[in-house]
């Protein structure tokens, strides 16, 4: 079976994921089965790349007819700051679970990026924050003449900055077969002999 365990963040527990014959099985790090999810009631695999302190990582998440969720990464939290790489195993359940769900593909929306409410609510921060700013701008440096509001440009460039990076898109969709006729990665058996 493949597995692949990561930890979520500092608040989450040890997650295992893997194929069972029928299903996405997710257990939590004693072994208790935490969300069985069979292949034929997925409907939506989403890959987005998402923040893994300093660093940025894949991460899966796949919902069911019932809206129960299965997230599993490509980095595991290790402490603050600190991530762990587990791109081995995430590759290979990945690959592993786009060929299990073959059968149903049709049934199943495979896309890209991040889900559209998290893209709305960054997008609004942006303009909220672009418009404090500049109110604070024309406050203190057209009506107070206060060099100090020039400052405050830099909130407005940064909101708009913030806007322009999350503009609300529609999920990107993406080729199944990229992942399901992939092979697995391999380490080489031996280095290659030097002649002379």
Known sequence: ?????DRRSGTSGLRKT?????????????????ISMPFATIRTLRLNVEMAGPSSQ???HVTDDAGREIVFGS?????????????????????????????????????EGPK???MLAMFALGGITGAVCLAGFAWLFLWQENAAGLFL?????AGGWLMRLFWPRAPKPYDPD??????????????PSETG
Request: charged share 20%; net charge neutral; aromatic share 10%.
């Open 18 to 34: 893997g194929l069972g014959p029928e299903a996405l099985i997710q257990e939590n790090e004693s072994g208790e089965i935490l």
């Open 116 to 118: 559209p409410g998290f």
């Open 153 to 157: 440009l830099a909130g407005v460039f």
């Open 75 to 111: 980095m595991s939290w290790v402490r603050p700051r600190a991530w762990e790489l587990r791109a081995d195993t995430f590759r290979a359940l990945l690959i592993a679970l786009h060929q299990a769900l073959t059968p149903w593909r049709d049934s199943i929306r495979f896309v």
């Open 178 to 191: 990229r992942y399901a006729l992939a092979a697995p990665l391999t380490a080489p058996d031996k280095a």
């Open 1 to 5: 079976m493949v597995q692949h365990q």
């Open 58 to 60: 894949v991460v899966c």
